[in-house]
């Protein structure tokens, strides 16, 4: 199964970043732009936090906070759980299994490269299975 840097590489989704101290609301619309599920909070260089759908749906709409007041800081998971480049696509999906979350920030030597999502994964082994039944149909008919 593919290495973590191979789906990286087949990937053209930018890095979305925010802040510790902004607003939600800012960090949701970051979200809404580039179609991804899930932010990383950096500050100064650092991943100090992740924030995804799943924690506005349940910190802050169940909770009663408002998105624009209140801060990533309050509400982002931390510390984040992260894989390297080296790491194979099914230790990720074990870890996300393990862990029920379905983000991974991949980082290499303190910076973060990129994030995979349970749906890189599966298009990953959708993608292995296919090849495997290609290998077989041409052994079968030589
Ligand atoms: P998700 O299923 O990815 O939307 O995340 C479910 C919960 O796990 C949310 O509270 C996220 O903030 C948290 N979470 C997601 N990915 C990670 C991660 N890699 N490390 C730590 N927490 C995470």
Redesign the pocket.
């Known amino acids: 199964m593919r290495s973590v840097r191979q789906i990286l590489d087949g990937k053209d989704t930018p890095l979305v970043t925010v802040g510790p101290d902004e607003p939600v609301l800012d960090a949701l619309r970051r979200m809404a732009e580039t179609s991804v599920?899930?932010v990383m909070v950096m500050e100064h260089g650092n991943l100090v936090?992740?924030?995804?759908?799943?924690?506005y749906a349940?910190?802050v709409v169940l909770q009663g906070r408002s998105s624009a007041t209140t801060p990533v800081r309050d509400i982002?998971?931390?510390?984040?759980?992260?894989v390297t480049p080296e790491h194979r696509a099914r230790e990720c999906m074990q870890?996300m299994s393990d862990?029920?979350?379905?983000?991974?920030?991949v980082v290499e030597h303190g910076t973060v490269m990129g994030v995979i999502?349970?749906g890189d994964l599966l298009k990953t082994v959708i993608a292995d299975q296919q090849n495997e039944i290609s290998q077989l149909q041409s052994y079968i008919a030589s």
């Open positions: 599920g899930a936090g992740i924030f995804t759908e799943r924690d349940r910190k982002m998971t931390s510390p984040v759980q992260t870890l862990h029920r979350f379905r983000h991974l920030p999502s349970i």
